[in-house]
Nanobody
Framework: QVQLVESGGGSVQAGGSLRLPCVAS????????MGWFRQAPGKEREGVAA???????SYADSVQGRFTISKDNAKRTLYLQMNSLKPEDTAMYYC?????????????????????WGKGTLVTISS
């Protein structure tokens, strides 16, 4: 079993930045496929960014160029750096992990492949 704990959410104005860390209970960041997903009120959960064990990275078109996914293996931590935030980025953000998946298939295809999920952290962007 793997536990994932997100933090770093909050309320910021449009144009601002936030960094979300996700700490894993085991050293999985080197080999697992990991990603960030978000769910806005009334909408389905969607993939935002993913990185797999081979280092492939995929972003949703809506965040490309504004968000950066990274990891610190020594700290068992996955990060999502979010810049130039927009009101439409408002959502609950979830960290997820899977033993086997490939970011080459695109983050939007990975939701069903994820085995472990955090409880989420809320991001609210005001205009």
């Amino acid at each position: 079993q793997v536990q994932l704990v997100e933090s770093g959410g909050g309320s910021v104005q449009a144009g601002g930045s936030l960094r979300l860390p996700c700490v894993a209970s085991r050293y999985i960041t080197t080999s697992y496929c990991m990603g960030w997903f978000r769910q806005a009120p009334g909408k389905e959960r969607e993939g935002v960014a993913a990185i797999d064990g081979a280092g492939w990275i995929s972003y949703a078109d809506s965040v490309q160029g504004r968000f950066t996914i990274s990891k610190d293996n020594a700290k068992r931590t996955l990060y999502l750096q979010m810049n130039s935030l927009k009101p439409e980025d408002t959502a609950m953000y979830y960290c997820a992990a899977a033993r086997y998946c490939s970011a080459r298939s695109g983050v939007r295809t990975l939701k069903g492949a994820m085995e472990y999920w955090g409880k989420g952290t809320l991001v609210t962007i005001s205009s």
